[in-house]
Every structure is written in structure tokens, then in C-alpha cells.
């Protein structure tokens, strides 16, 4: 039984799959595409809401270092991703890199687990979108009907129709392309850093040097009414952290490093690349230092703009250009984040159809799912199937029941993958590595070290929640995937083709 459960998958197995006619996608995308990916699912919602909760309860104007330290914690599991990225440039990302390396049963949990982060995380940004545009549409004096609007601490029972439309337009352009996507993601990418960057401009010139001081916080700042208690982080950890000074900077980087989730999704678009083995770690680190180089400036400024004791919680950048008499910047600051988030939905919405037609090619779920759209070259029909299934998840859910366990996904993810490394360089020490993650086995360590860390500080709710998903993944794997992978049924056997 432990034999057929720690199986693992040939790397050059995988490689000769996706030559497969019927099951191989289409290799369009180069290292820029893949920047620009990287780039439009990172940047979203936490660069217009995380820099005024993190300056105000913890870290002041040294929020950049938060930042910087948050970026570098990102970095160890980056470089792990890269490594696997460039040597098994085949689509699923973790869990690929998990049947190649752990074997086929972490491989199904970690696929398992990949499936329900990206299909929430696809159902949050939709809901987050769907806010963006209701609020845009008021101050034009649209009003949407309270039963099809966001329902998120309302009484009355709706459908969030515009989430569910959002995801349904975005499985259609999946479908039809991964060229026409990239496309269409280098145009809002495009419009979105052109807003952070005019907001980061602007800001400049409205910086007042005393709002510096002090730049690194002793003490909890002495403010009328001020709370401590945000509810954002509450929601991501169950507490609420107050210490500032230098463990505030530490603090406050556990809480940012939230705000980087989603360069692991890049991984998943590895056997899409033209040039994977060079093109993968580029797109993978060069999308995080750009998006850590724009998180760094955006807190300098903001920070700079208004006292940190001042700061809103809830939209620090729209409110700080209103405290300096801009009010005109609220709005562009609310269009900016509306479109950025366009992006963020569509390529997690990507990444999962990736991970679902990899488990699909190899028997662990239903191979009707692994044949690909013969003029388009995209898995059309896990596109559609799961587009549908996180449009209504969308429309009916709120969003304060899907986002914590998009975290505790993404950090398994992480150490999955950084174990993964360790592995693989043991037992095949003779794979061709056109990167290698440096200082192995130190930067594997300390990156499972750091996600298991932010893992025990999630709600016991979101460990409730998540254990009885993997509780369902197990039994799902016994009763259908571990008798119908194509390793049980031998298919894995080509020596004529071997490479």
C-alpha cells in the first residue's frame, strides 16, 4: 500500500505527456508575458489597503522595511518555485513538482489543495471586484438592486451578479486563448501600475518630512478613538498585533506578506512557455522584485502624506490624498484597484483549470477533462466547468467565508514545494537544473520555516475548514484516483519513448 501511495512520476514522464496531441497546450508565452502575469495577479487590493493597517498598528513609516522583509520571505519560496519551474516545465505547478518529487499521494493533496485556494481566491476577487464597481457606480448615482449586489453584511438574501459575470466573461477569454489572455493582461497591467505610479508621483510631491518622525515607532500612537482590533487582520490571522518598535517591522511583515500571494500561479503556465527553462525564473522573480519595488514606494509615500497615527484602515491612499485637500484621487485610486483586480481573478482563475487538466492527464481525476479544444489548444472544458461552478460560488458566498482559507492553501503550497526541492535534489541528483535555488538546503529550510510560522497564526476556524477539504481530497483519492492514475494502470511504461 505505501509503495503505491509514495509512487512517483518520472520527470521525463511528464515532459513526454505533454506531446501528447489531445492533452498538449499551446507554447505562446515568453518571459515577459510571464512578468506581466506575475505582476497582474500580486498587485491587488493589498497595496491599497494593507500599507495604512500595517503603518497604523504596528510598523509607522518603516512599513517599507515590512515590505522589504515581507518580499524576502516571498523570495525563499520563489527561488524554490523557479528551480522546479525550469526543470519540470510541465503544467500544476506544486503539485507537479509533488508527483515528480514526494510521490502520488502528496501530489493529489497538495493538487487537492491548489484546487480550492485558486477557485476561492478566484471567488474573493470577484466579490472585492464587484464592491470596487458598486462603489464607483454610486458616486455616479447608479444604485445597484440590494438582491444582485454584494451581499457582504447585508440582510437581504441576492446573487452578486456582477462576480458571477466577471468570472463567466473571464473563462471565455480563457478559452479562447492563452495569447489573447496575455494580451488582454498586459493592457490592464498596463493601466494598473500607470495608477500606482501616478498615485506614487503625486504623492511625492505632497510628502511632508515630520510625518517621519518617528520612523521606526516605540510606542502605540495616542489617538482619540484610535482601534487596534483591524478587522482585515483579524480575519487573516484570529488576533489582532499591537507590538511596535523593531519586532513591529517583523509583525507587520507577516501580516503584508499576504499581500504577495499569487507568483506561485506563474509556475502553473510552465508548460505554456516557448522557453521555460529560461524564461520561468524570470518571470517568477522578476514579477516579485518589481512588485516589492512598488509596494516599498507606495508606503514611503503614503506614510509620508498623512501621520501614520492618522491613517484609515480602510483605504489609507484614497483618504490620505482627501486629508491633503486631492479628493480627486479617491476615485482614480477606486478605478485603479477595480481594473488591477480584473487581472488578479482572471490568472488565478487560470492557474487552477492548469492544476484540475494536469491532475485530469494523469487518471487522478477524469481524463475527459485532459483533452484540449483542437483550434484553440486551452482545457476548455475544466475552463468552463470550474469558471461556472466559482461564478455562482461567487454570486452566493460572502467574502468573509472564502478569504482565510485562501491563505492557509497558498503558505501548504509553499512548503510542499521547498520539501520538494530538497527531495529531488537527493534522489535524482542527475536532472538537468537550468536554475538553482542557492544555498540548498538553507533557502528551502528557512522558506518552509516562515510559512509554517504564518500558518500557525491563521483562525483555528481556517484549520477546521481546511482539514475537512483535505478530509474529502483523501477520500475522493481512495475510492477513485488511486485506482484510475495512469501510474496504477502502467501507462507510465514507454521505454521506446524514454529520454
Known amino acids: 500500500m505505501s ?35 506575475g505582476v497582474g495577479v500580486i498587485i491587488g487590493t493589498g497595496i491599497f489597503v494593507l500599507t495604512g493597517t500595517v ?11 515590512a515590505f522589504v522583509a515581507a518580499g524576502v520571505a516571498c523570495a525563499l519560496a520563489a527561488l524554490c518555485y523557479a528551480e522546479f519551474a525550469s526543470t519540470v516545465p510541465v503544467a500544476g505547478s506544486a503539485y507537479t513538482f509533488s508527483y515528480a518529487s514526494l510521490g502520488e499521494l502528496p501530489a493529489w493533496i497538495i493538487g487537492w489543495d491548489l484546487v480550492l485556494e485558486f477557485a476561492l481566491g478566484t471567488a474573493v476577487v470577484a466579490v472585492g471586484w464587484s464592491g470596487y464597481i458598486q462603489s464607483l457606480m454610486d458616486n455616479a448615482g447608479w444604485a445597484m438592486p440590494a438582491a444582485l449586489g454584494s451581499r457582504e453584511g447585508s440582510d437581504v438574501f441576492g446573487f452578486d451578479i456582477l462576480a458571477a459575470a466577471l468570472v463567466l466573461v473571464l473563462t471565455g477569454i480563457l478559452v479562447l486563448g492563452m495569447k489573447l489572455s496575455a494580451r488582454i493582461t498586459s493592457l490592464v497591467v498596463a493601466i494598473k501600475v500607470t495608477v500606482v505610479l501616478v498615485v506614487i508621483i503625486a504623492g511625492a510631491f505632497l510628502i511632508k518630512g515630520e510625518n517621519y518622525d518617528p520612523f521606526i515607532p516605540k510606542e502605540q500612537p495616542v489617538e482619540a478613538g484610535a482601534s487596534l482590533d483591524s478587522p482585515l487582520i ?53 514579477s516579485l522584485l518589481i512588485c516589492t519595488a512598488l509596494y516599498v514606494a507606495v508606503s514611503i509615500v503614503v506614510t509620508g502624506m498623512q501621520h501614520y497615527s492618522r491613517l484609515s484602515v480602510d483605504a489609507p491612499l484614497a483618504d490620505a490624498f482627501k486629508a491633503t485637500g486631492h479628493p480627486w484621487y479617491a476615485g482614480f485610486i477606486s478605478f485603479g484597484a477595480a481594473v488591477g483586480l480584473t487581472t488578479v481573478c482572471m490568472i488565478l482563475l487560470l492557474g487552477q483549470t492548469r492544476v484540475f487538466f494536469a491532475m485530469s492527464r494523469d487518471g487522478l481525476l477524469p481524463r475527459f477533462f485532459s483533452r484540449v479544444h483542437p483550434r484553440f489548444k486551452t482545457p476548455h472544458r475544466p475552463t468552463i466547468l470550474l469558471g461556472v461552478v466559482i461564478a455562482v460560488l461567487a454570486g452566493f458566498t460572502p467574502l468573509t467565508e472564502l478569504a482565510a482559507l485562501v491563505n492557509i492553501g497558498t503558505l501548504f503550497a509553499f512548503v510542499v514545494v521547498a520539501i520538494g526541492v530538497l527531495v529531488l535534489r537527493r534522489t535524482r541528483p542527475d536532472l538537468h537544473r537550468a536554475f538553482r535555488t542557492p ?31 483535505m478530509a474529502a481530497g483523501f477520500v475522493l483519492y481512495f475510492v477513485y484516483g488511486r485506482t484510475h492514475s495512469r501510474l496504477a494502470k502502467g501507462e507510465e511504461t514507454r521505454p521506446e519513448q524514454t529520454l
Open 55 to 65: 503603518a497604523k498598528n504596528n510598523a509607522g513609516p518603516a512599513t517599507a522595511l
Open 3 to 37: 509503495s503505491t501511495l509514495f509512487r512517483t512520476k518520472k520527470v521525463e514522464q511528464s515532459i513526454l505527456d505533454t506531446e501528447e496531441p489531445e492533452h498538449a497546450l499551446k507554447k505562446s508565452l515568453s518571459a515577459l508575458d510571464l512578468t506581466v502575469f
Open 234 to 286: 483579524q480575519l487573516m490571522f484570529g488576533w489582532a498585533p499591537s507590538n511596535f518598535g523593531v519586532m513591529g517591522i517583523f509583525t507587520a511583515a507577516s501580516v503584508v506578506f499576504f499581500a504577495f500571494i499569487g507568483f506561485d500561479v506563474v509556475a502553473t503556465a510552465a508548460e505554456e512557455t516557448r522557453n521555460p527553462q529560461r524564461d520561468m525564473p524570470r518571470g517568477i522573480l522578476g
Open 439 to 469: 544555498w540548498v538546503p538553507v533557502i528551502p529550510i528557512l522558506s518552509v520555516c516562515a510559512s509554517l510560522w504564518l500558518m500557525i497564526n491563521l483562525p483555528a476556524e481556517t484549520w477546521v475548514r481546511f482539514g475537512i477539504w
